[in-house]
Each structure stands twice: as C-alpha cells, then as structure tokens.
C-alpha cells in the first residue's frame, strides 16, 4: 500500500519477517488488542491474492512487547502497558506525550487504552464493589472493596461456605449495623432467588437457621418481584451507613451457568472500562473461576484410570488410540451427570470426579452406583472394540473412591480451562487405590463404608478375596489393611508403602438391580 494520509504500512509477510515473529503470534496480539486488526487489500502486482496491512509503527510496538517480555511481564499486563505507536493516527488533540524508557523518542500513548478506545479492564483492577454468588446464594468471589463498602467485614477469611451464604449475611447483626438499609439488599437478591427457587426450600438455605429467620425470609419470598431474566440485569441501590452517611449505586447484576455476578458502580463514578468489561462474559467467568475462594467441603472422590494404557497406546495407530481414549470418556460422562459428579480434571489416561455433600445428599452412596455403572458400560465398550479389532485386550478402569473434608477450589492450567480441585489426603488415597486396582475392581477404603447408612451398606456386596489352600475365596463384610493384601509380592508392598496400614475393601456389585 506505501503511503496514505501520510501514513506507511507494511504487508504481513514483511511484517513477519523484520519482526521475526510468528503468524500465530501475530494473531494473538491483534485478539488481546495490543495492535489493530490489518487493512485488507489486493496488492497491485498480485490479482486475486489478499494480504493485510499494518501501519510501519506496529514494528516499533512488537519490538516494544519484545522489551516487556523479557522483563518477565504477562501479557495481560503488556496489553496494558505497551506503547500502542499506531493509535496515533487516530488520537485527537488531546492526547499526552510520554518519553518511552529506554529512548530519547516521544510516542503517543494512555496507560491502559486499546485501539478500538475501550479500556482492558481486569477483575483484579476493578475498585469498585463486586462478588459473585453460586445458586446456593453463597459467596464464591468477593473484592476488597465489596467487603469494606457492602458487607463491613472480611469475607475472605470465611472457609465455611455456608457461613458465606449471602441471606445469613443479610440477617446478622453486624450486617444490619453496618447497612440501616439492609432489607433492601435483603430483599433485591430475593428477587433473584425467587427466578429459581420455590418457597419450601427457604429453610435449607443455610444449617442452623432459626424459625424466625425462616420466617422473615418467606415474608421477604411472598413480597419479592421476580427478576427478568436478562444477560445483565441492572437496579438503582443507595446504601444509608450507620454514621449517617449515604452513597448511591447502579449495580449490575449478570448470570452465568455457573452463578451470578453482581457489580456495584458509584452514580455519577463510573470506572472506566467497566461496559466492556461487563460485556466480555467468557473472560469474565474465566477469571471468577480461577480465583474462587476455597471452600471446606465435604465430598466423595472417585479417581478412574485405564488399565494397560501404555501397551494399548503401543498397539493402536495414533488416530485409533485416541478414538478409543475420547470414545471412553464420551460414553462414561454420561454416568457421571446421571450421579452429579463434577469433573475434576484428566490425568493422563485417568479421569478425578467429585460427589459434593451439599450439592447432593446421597452423595456416597452416588458415587459407588456411578462406579458400577461404568464398570458396566466399560465391559461393553470392551467387547465393541475386541469385536473391531479381533485383540484380546480386555479395557478395564481400576476405580478408588474416597471421602473426607478438604479444602475445593478451582486452578487454571491454561487461559481457556478451569479445573475443580481438593487438596488433601482424600484425594491422593483414591488415586492409590485406582493404582493398586486391578481388573476393573473398585476399591474403596474403610471410611466411606462407615458413613453409609445401615440400608445403603446392606444393599452392597463388598469384601476381600482372600487365599484358601489351592483357591480364592471372596469374604463379604470384611475389610483388609493394604499391606496383608500384598504380602508375597514385596515390589508392590514397596511401591504401596505410604497407604499400608489403609483399611480397603472391594465393592463387587449391588444386591439390587441399578437402573441403567
């Protein structure tokens, strides 16, 4: 293109090569907004070929990025920081010339504005009052300034998530001392309650609940209009504090699968950023995942990892071992929706579900039904792939399940995908287990048997096999320490030596029909 308005551009392909850069590099600065999208045009001696054109200050920006970079910086704060040379051509009057470090050579620039004029606003930059709420109605992110403006005390400090629950919060004292108007927040979130819940469940909102609170809340039911049901639902609140004083909000309310996200902006104070902010949901809910504050729950864990995989991956052509391994998982999710597992995360040919007590009652009792149902289906996804191969191989998943209270939260192991996560020894005794399963077994420790109740521990067939004379004989009620299962092969007794006085016992099947 040359020259226009004065301006130099440079194609792609040159721009490739003096910045050594690569396309998909290219690619991702123009999706975080640090250089403009290209102008498209056919150049003159190539008919029918299409490239994109940058303006020449996009190298001085990319070897700008490259100065950041290597001062360890991410790139969401380059996005930020980088001087944006080509944004010239577009600034008016107004804008503030800065010397670049490192030169003697003034650019345009504003600190954290994109090409398009918005503003790359991250939800650690917010100041203004913000917290998300699961549909529990508890706390699972919260700013510092929701704590100081809203709520008058820490909440990041609260591990109990029932104690996080947004209506318990609403009713206590030091809430209705800090805000003279609280029912009116009481009531706005009731409103948001109301879209979802019926009335008879108010009382299982939070444990410990007086009949007075459970009263107050249905009158607050009975009065409460229900929200529409809208991306982003926005209300006017004032907020009248103890000492007299008075501050006047637009919160915005927005909804995603996984809770809703409440936003609170000064009238007549608004953050800059905040509508493209609020509008970019996908990065939104990303990063509320991603620092969920960790929760004390209790839960039963159930780790699955195929048998023999490095032999099978060793047998199968490429393509063919990964239609089995994503066929497998296609087939078993199913199972773990029936039984309300939450996915964990993969670890190699192994997959980690979690079965949430809150979230679900006969989360025990689930978690073992979920495992004999994929034991199931994977004896016919077996035989499938035995009759398309004509092999022998049998597919087993070597299944533990474990339960406990551990601290549940959520880690990032990339920008796009979130994983649930308990630390703790319950998770690592269920992974053990799997490692020490053999054959499709299912083991499980002594533990989770002990809190089924007296019916659901009866409707299971579960002991250990144990060596009689020339024969196995499985004994039914019984339970083993890992290390008297070993005795005899001491190369496992060494590999198993951190779980060896682990009391386990193996669920065969149940006295009752599952329906599938």
Known sequence: MGESNGRKWIDSKE???KSDISRATLNNYIRLGIIPRPVVKNPKNLKGTKLGYFPETVLDTITEIKRLKEEGKPMEAIAREVVLLERSAYEGPERRDVVRPHTDQKVSRTSVQLPDGGLRLTLDELTTPAYLLNYQFEIEWINEAAERNIFGKPIRTMRDVELRNV????LSWEFNHFVKNWEEFLNYHMGFYKVKTDRGQLCQLYTGMSGRE????????????KMPREKMYRHRVDIEGADGSREKYVVYTTFFREGMFF?????????????????NRETVVRDLLQQRLPTLVSFSVLVADLQNSVRICAELPPEE???LINSMWRILEESFRRFNGIYGKRIGDGVVYYFLKKQDPEYLMNSINCALAIREKMADFSNQWKTRKRWLNDLHLNMGINEGQEYFSTTAPSSTNI???ALGDTINYASRLSNLSRFGMI???KNVMNHLNDDDRKAIRYGITKRSEDRDVFVENVFSRVDDLLRGNETWRQRFADIATLPVTEITDRKMVIPK
């Open 214 to 225: 459970t009263e107050y809340l249905e009158a607050a039911y009975d009065r409460a209009e």
């Open 263 to 279: 936003l609170y902006e000064k009238a007549g104070k608004a953050q800059a950023g905040i509508s493209e902010f609020l509008s």
């Open 15 to 17: 721009l490739l090569h």
């Open 167 to 170: 209506f318990r919060l609403f």
């Open 419 to 421: 994983e649930f996560t």
């Open 443 to 445: 083991l499980t420790t």
């Open 321 to 323: 071992y990964f239609e």
